[in-house]
């Protein structure tokens, strides 16, 4: 009352006052909670798989040594080559057609879209670091074959080597022994679902129909080809696809892979290809693959997933609509991809098996596995 008789506007006025105050309390809550929402988990280190030694180096470099991503993805599938992870990775694993195994990797630097690939490579144990020498000192994206072999001798990694083992041959042998069974020939004679090549065409000029390559009727999954049987299952992944965010806020994602058992000699997967097994992008985030690589080549998941989040999809919707996209062709595939955007918040989607990709950000202390389930059709 006193204050009113001292100052008669003075109700009015506080009313007005707390009000203006309480709308700008409201804004910085609200401020608060944002910043609460995009609380970045960086740096972080993403692979398919329990591959959680390769984590750990990866997570080592970034996190404790204050690296590059580029680095520790190096760094983190180097490690996954010489422990021959599940076999699907490095040396001594998938022996091709004649016995010999050989390697693709990719490493993709995402601050400057930079990308250094190597196929088919043979006598060289080092894949990521050649694929990280063809970024480095080439103006080109991909090598193949004995010359990218040639070219990551000259510039010093050991060799020549031996990738085949005493394991890889004798898989080899058990292969030839049961009749070449599976291989990846179709529309051939003889007949080879039942026996080894040489292979030859028929009838050039007519569709075979006895021995054909299962992808023409797209309404029916028991007719869609699938190199998922003959390579790729649960105890037989693949391929490391591994993706980092560094203290920086710098983005980079590779691959390292010894290919699809028993492949026709020559064939190059999905591994080296920029943006079917990963990709990167420091304004947006990163992506890895696994699975049939034959047939997720040809939608390049990881490009979607990351173009996806660029249009503003979280990460968990970016993955499920890449696979849907090839579920829809090809109903009958089996693979996964991992989504991680730019603050570190990752989901992972799969189909046709049970898919497991592993963490370690700044918030872990140790590396963490995330089981995800295929989505019911």
Not at 181 to 193: E, I
Not at 352 to 373: E, P
């Amino acid at each position: 009352m006193l204050a009113q008789m001292i100052y008669p506007h003075f109700h009015k006025d506080f009313v007005s006052y707390l009000g203006c105050n309480l709308f700008a309390l409201l804004l910085l809550l609200l401020a608060l909670a944002l910043i609460i929402q995009h609380e970045t988990h960086t740096p972080i280190v993403i692979s398919t798989w329990r591959f959680i030694e390769a984590v750990k180096v990866a997570a080592w470099h970034v996190m404790e040594e204050g690296g590059s991503a580029v680095d520790a993805v190096v760094h983190g599938c180097s490690t996954c080559e010489l422990l021959q992870c599940d076999g699907s990775v490095g040396y001594g694993g998938s022996p091709d057609e004649s016995g010999e195994t050989t390697l693709d990797a990719m490493i993709m630097d995402g601050t400057n879209m930079n990308v250094g690939a190597v196929g088919a490579l043979r006598s060289v144990k080092g894949a990521i670091e050649a694929a990280k020498l063809v970024m480095e000192h080439t103006e080109h994206t991909l090598l193949v074959g004995d010359q990218a072999s040639q070219f990551a001798l000259a510039l010093g990694l050991p060799g020549p080597a031996n990738l085949s083992t005493a394991e890889s041959l004798k898989a080899w042998s058990v292969w030839r022994e049961s009749g070449c069974q599976p291989n990846y020939w179709c529309n051939v004679v003889p007949d080879s679902s039942v026996g080894c090549g040489p292979y030859r065409v028929s009838h050039l000029s007519q569709r075979m129909t006895d021995n054909k390559c299962e992808i023409f009727d797209r309404t029916d999954s028991e007719q869609f080809g699938s190199s998922s049987s003959k390579a790729v299952g649960f105890q037989n992944h693949d391929t490391i696809s591994m993706a980092v965010i560094d203290k920086r806020g710098r983005i980079a994602a590779g691959t390292s892979t010894n290919g699809a058992s028993h492949k026709i000699p020559g064939r190059v997967g999905d591994g080296p290809i920029v943006g079917a097994a990963a990709y990167a992008d420091d304004d947006v985030g990163a992506c890895g693959a696994t699975g049939d690589g034959d047939v997720m080549m040809r939608f390049l998941p990881c490009y979607q997933v990351v173009e996806s989040m660029r249009q503003g999809m979280d990460p968990a919707s970016a993955a499920k609509d890449a696979i849907a996209r090839i579920r829809r062709k090809y109903p009958s595939f089996i693979g996964a991809v991992f989504a991680v955007n730019r603050l570190g918040v990752h989901a992972g989607a799969c189909h046709g098996w049970l898919f497991q990709y592993s963490v370690q950000d700044a918030t872990m202390n140790d590396v963490q596995v995330f089981t995800v389930h295929p989505d019911a059709q």
